[in-house]
C-alpha cells in the first residue's frame, strides 16, 4: 500500500476517534444534564409555595394587581394551561400526583369513583418532598368527602402542618388543623381566605429549611362571597354576552345542551351577580399572594423559589345556556398557569403557549426539589420556564364521568388546534378553535379524515375509558360482564383496605 495512502487512512481514523470523542462527550453532557440539575436541586433544594384557587377562569388574572405585579411581570405566563378533567375533585388528585384521573381512580366528586375515598394519597408529591426533607404544610381545600375523616382527626401523609377545611366555605366553616377541629363563624376576621393566608404565612415564617406550601382557598367558587370591604367592587363590568352566550342554535350540540331552556332576565342577574362577585372574591386571594410572597422574602427563600399560581377548573358564565363546569368546553378547561422561578427565569415576563395540564404541575415540583415521582403522566414544567425545551406534546387528554347531573361519559382530546370530544352517547363533537374559538360549530362527520386521526390520538390517550364509557370510541372495552364484576370486587376490598388503615392512622 503506498504511503500516501497510509496517511490518509491514519487521518481518517484521528479524525474519525475525534469525532467520535467529541460525540460521546456530548451525549454524556446531555444524558448527565437532568442528573446535574437533581443533584443541584438536592444541594441547594427550592422552596416552593403551590397556589391553587377554587373554579377561577383563564381570563380573570387581569383584575388581580398584586398577581400581575409580583407573578406575571417577573414569571412565565401559560397561554395554554388546562386541566384533564374540569371537576374539583379529579383535577385536584391530578395535581397532587401528576396523574390522569384513570390513573388516579378520581373521577367524581365521592362515591365508588370519586372523592377522598378514591384517592390513594399514600403516594403524593407532598410524600416525596417529605421523604426528601422539606417540611410541607397545606392549607385549604383538600377532596370532597374528606369529612367524615376530618372530624375523626384524619391528616393525609406526608403533611408536617395540616390546615383543611372540614367543608369549604367563606364563613361559617370548620378547619382541621393537625387532626384537631377549629370552628370559624361569622365574624369579619373568619373570613376564610384571610384565615388560611395567615396559617400559611406563619408557617414560611416559622419553618427552618426548604419548604413546600399548598395554598388553596375556596375562591372564587360559588357563592363567591366577597371579603369584608371588598363587596362593592366591579359594579361596572360590561354585560358578559360574548358570542356563545345563551346559545341559540345548538342544534349541532350533544342532546345535555340541546335540552338547556334560554337564559331568562332572572338567570341572567344571578349569573352576572355572581361574576362580579368571583372578581370581588379574587382579591382577598390578590391580598394573600402579598402576604405570601413577602414572607418568602422576609426569610430569604424568594430568590431561590419556585412560585405557581393556578385554578383546578375553570367555569361557564352562560356559554351554550350552560352556568357550570364539567363539559369539555374552554370556559371550563382552560385554567389561569404563572410560574415565577427568579433563579431560572431571570428577568421580565415571559409567554409560553406549549400545550400544558394540571398534571405537569406535580412533575415541576418533584424536579425542581430533585426527587422522584412515581406514576405521574405529566411533564416537568422547567425546561419550558428556562425556555430550553426542545420536543413537547401535541395532545393532552380530558376526562369525564357521568354523575348526577346529565353530561354523559366522555372522553376528549385537545390540541393546540382542535377539541374532540366522544361520549358514551355515541355522540361527538369536533372544534376548530382556531377558525371557531367560541365553539359555536360542531364539526362532527363533516371532516371524516380529520375527525379520524383525532380519533386515533384520543384511544392512545384514553386507556383505559372512565368507567361506563362504552366502545363508541373505537377502543376494545374490557369494562363489561366479569370485568366490571372484578372491578367492583377489588375496589371494594381496597376501600375496605384503606378504610381500615386510616382508622389506624386516626
Same mark, same amino acid.
Given at each position: 500500500m503506498p504511503d500516501a495512502t497510509i496517511s490518509l487512512l491514519r487521518l481518517r481514523s484521528k479524525v474519525f476517534r475525534l469525532a467520535f470523542a467529541c460525540l460521546a462527550t456530548v451525549a454524556v453532557s446531555l444524558c448527565l444534564a437532568p442528573a446535574a440539575a437533581a443533584q443541584d436541586a438536592a444541594a441547594n433544594p427550592p422552596s416552593i409555595l403551590l397556589i391553587v384557587t377554587d373554579d377561577q377562569r383563564w381570563d380573570t388574572l387581569w383584575a388581580m394587581p398584586e398577581v400581575q405585579r409580583s407573578l406575571v411581570e417577573p414569571g412565565v405566563s401559560f397561554e395554554e394551561s388546562f386541566t384533564t378533567s374540569s371537576l374539583c375533585c379529579p383535577s385536584r388528585a391530578s395535581i397532587l400526583t401528576g396523574a390522569y384521573p384513570h390513573t388516579t381512580g378520581v373521577y367524581r366528586q365521592g362515591g365508588r369513583?370519586?372523592?377522598?375515598?378514591?384517592?390513594?394519597?399514600?403516594t403524593t408529591i407532598a410524600t416525596q418532598l417529605a421523604d426528601a426533607g422539606y417540611r410541607?404544610?397545606?392549607f385549604g381545600k383538600y377532596l370532597d368527602a374528606y369529612q367524615r375523616d376530618a372530624l375523626k382527626g384524619y391528616v393525609p401523609p406526608g403533611w408536617d402542618r395540616w390546615v383543611a377545611f372540614v367543608h369549604a366555605e367563606y364563613f361559617d366553616y370548620g378547619l382541621t388543623i393537625d387532626g384537631d377541629v377549629h370552628r370559624h363563624g361569622l365574624e369579619p376576621d373568619d373570613y376564610s381566605t384571610d384565615v388560611l393566608a395567615s396559617h400559611t404565612e406563619d408557617f414560611i415564617r416559622g419553618t427552618e429549611g426548604p419548604l413546600?406550601?399548598?395554598?388553596?382557598?375556596?375562591?372564587?367558587?360559588?357563592?363567591a362571597l366577597p371579603a369584608p370591604g371588598d363587596e362593592t367592587g366591579f359594579d361596572d363590568l360590561p354585560t358578559w354576552t360574548p358570542p356563545s352566550f345563551d346559545e341559540a342554535d345548538r342544534t349541532d350540540k350533544p342532546e345535555h345542551i340541546r335540552?338547556?331552556? @334560554? *337564559?331568562?332576565? =332572572? /338567570?341572567? !342577574? #344571578?349569573?352576572?351577580?355572581?361574576?362580579?362577585?368571583?372578581?370581588?372574591?379574587?382579591?382577598?386571594?390578590?391580598?394573600?399572594?402579598?402576604?405570601?410572597?413577602?414572607?418568602?422574602?422576609?426569610?430569604?427563600?424568594?430568590?431561590?423559589?419556585?412560585?405557581?399560581?393556578?385554578?383546578?377548573?375553570?367555569?361557564?358564565?352562560?356559554?351554550h345556556r350552560w352556568l357550570k363546569k364539567e363539559v369539555p368546553y374552554e370556559e371550563a378547561i382552560r385554567v389561569p398557569l404563572v410560574v415565577r422561578a427568579d433563579a431560572i427565569v431571570g428577568e421580565g415576563a415571559r409567554t409560553d403557549r406549549h400545550l400544558v395540564a394540571?398534571?405537569?404541575?406535580?412533575?415541576?415540583?418533584?424536579a425542581a426539589a430533585g426527587v422522584e415521582l412515581p406514576g405521574a403522566d405529566g411533564m416537568s414544567l422547567? @425546561? *419550558?420556564?428556562? =425556555? /430550553?425545551? !426542545? #420536543?413537547?406534546?401535541?395532545?393532552?387528554?380530558?376526562?369525564?364521568?357521568?354523575?348526577?347531573?346529565?353530561?354523559?361519559?366522555?372522553c376528549a382530546v385537545r390540541t393546540a388546534r382542535y377539541l374532540f370530544a366522544s361520549y358514551e352517547t355515541g355522540e361527538r363533537e369536533l372544534y376548530d378553535l382556531e377558525a371557531d374559538p367560541f365553539q359555536l360549530q360542531n364539526l362532527a362527520g363533516t371532516e371524516p379524515g380529520l375527525e379520524g386521526r383525532l380519533d386515533t390520538t384520543l384511544r392512545g390517550?384514553?386507556?383505559?375509558?372512565?368507567?361506563?364509557?362504552?366502545?363508541?370510541?373505537?377502543?376494545?372495552?374490557?369494562?363489561?360482564?366479569?370485568?366490571?364484576?372484578?372491578?367492583?370486587?377489588?375496589?371494594?376490598?381496597?376501600?375496605?383496605?384503606r378504610s381500615a388503615e386510616r382508622r389506624r392512622v386516626a
Open positions: 369513583f370519586g372523592g377522598f375515598w378514591s384517592f390513594d394519597d399514600r410541607t404544610g397545606f413546600f406550601a399548598l395554598f388553596a382557598p375556596a375562591a372564587p367558587h360559588a357563592p335540552a338547556l331552556d @334560554p *337564559l331568562d332576565p =332572572g /338567570r341572567t !342577574e #344571578t349569573l352576572e351577580r355572581l361574576r362580579r362577585n368571583q372578581y370581588r372574591s379574587l382579591q382577598a386571594v390578590d391580598r394573600a399572594v402579598e402576604r405570601l410572597l413577602d414572607a418568602l422574602g422576609d426569610t430569604g427563600r424568594l430568590d431561590d423559589a419556585v412560585v405557581i399560581f393556578t385554578s383546578d377548573n375553570g367555569l361557564l358564565w352562560g356559554e394540571n398534571i405537569d404541575l406535580a412533575p415541576t415540583i418533584a422547567l @425546561p *419550558l420556564v428556562e =425556555g /430550553r425545551a !426542545e #420536543t413537547w406534546r401535541d395532545a393532552f387528554l380530558i376526562e369525564h364521568m357521568r354523575g348526577t347531573n346529565p353530561i354523559p361519559t366522555y390517550l384514553c386507556e383505559p375509558p372512565p368507567p361506563g364509557l362504552r366502545p363508541q370510541i373505537g377502543m376494545v372495552a374490557t369494562l363489561l360482564g366479569v370485568a366490571a364484576v372484578a372491578g367492583l370486587a377489588v375496589t371494594a376490598r381496597w376501600l375496605v383496605a
